[in-house]
């Protein structure tokens, strides 16, 4: 079964850079139908998308965040990771990772658990 | 900045059906693509609910159905049962700009 699991520091300083990883366990991060993607929650709000990237490393972002935003893909790990630059408190959230599918057009089908990031000095 | 509009709130006592709307346009919902539903419990990830319009993954129960026509897609569930109290949110994919996913504003479900 597959599962994904999101890691890093919950804890980052205004003006920093924002660093997660999500692991893939019970299945390859290589598989042609599927994107995976980061959606974040700030505390009391909605969901917002961030991007999603390709096994092969083609990525989508959201426009509001693209000058910030940076996917990328570990296949041999089977991990997928997130960086945003220059955090305010505006990017304190619940940070997910999902696998979407299948294409673009489809659904986040599996969710990690997520994993609170607040932005403070 | 969703570009999916939902109502805020929704309510209804056990047994009751009630219907969540998800309003788009003409770069999401209308030029076609397919809508999603999910379900969020407090302090909790989202659980996909619909998937393609219609579609109930395995374990969901039939309570939960979606529909889709024009601008607009909805949710609904029939005989409201106290666990349906939670968030809902829609989902599609936009294809202005460089294309992305697009979530819904969220819809609150009280059962009374």
């Known amino acids: 079964q597959l599962q994904l699991q999101e890691s890093g520091p919950g804890l980052v300083k205004p003006s920093e850079t924002l660093s997660l990883t999500c692991t893939i366990s019970g299945g390859s991060i290589s598989i042609s139908s599927h994107f995976w993607g980061w959606i974040r929650q700030p505390p009391g709000k909605g969901l917002e998308w961030i991007g999603d990237i390709y096994y092969a490393g083609s990525t989508t972002y959201n426009p509001s965040l693209k000058s910030r935003v940076t996917i990328s893909v570990d296949r041999p790990k089977n991990q997928f990771s997130l960086k945003l630059s220059s955090v305010t408190a505006a990017d304190t959230a619940v940070y997910y990772c999902?696998?979407?599918?299948?294409?673009?057009?489809?659904?986040?089908?599996?969710w990690g658990q997520g994993t609170m990031v607040t932005v403070s000095s | 900045q969703s570009v999916l509009t939902q109502p805020p709130s929704v309510s209804g006592a056990p047994g009751q059906r009630v219907t969540i709307s998800c309003t788009g346009s003409y770069s999401n919902i209308v030029a076609g693509y397919d809508v999603h539903w999910y379900q969020q419990y407090p302090g909790t990830a989202p659980k996909l609910l619909i998937y393609g319009n219609t579609n109930r993954p395995s374990g969901v129960p039939d309570r939960f159905s979606g529909s889709k026509s024009g601008t607009s897609a909805s949710l609904a569930i029939s005989g409201l049962q106290a666990e349906d109290e939670a968030d809902y949110y829609c989902?599609?994919?936009?294809?202005?700009?460089?294309?992305?996913?697009?979530f819904g504003t969220g819809t609150k479900v009280t059962v009374l």
């Open positions: 989902q599609s994919y936009d294809n202005s700009l460089s294309g992305s996913s697009v």
């Open positions: 999902a696998r979407l599918g299948p294409g673009r057009g489809g659904s986040f089908d599996i």
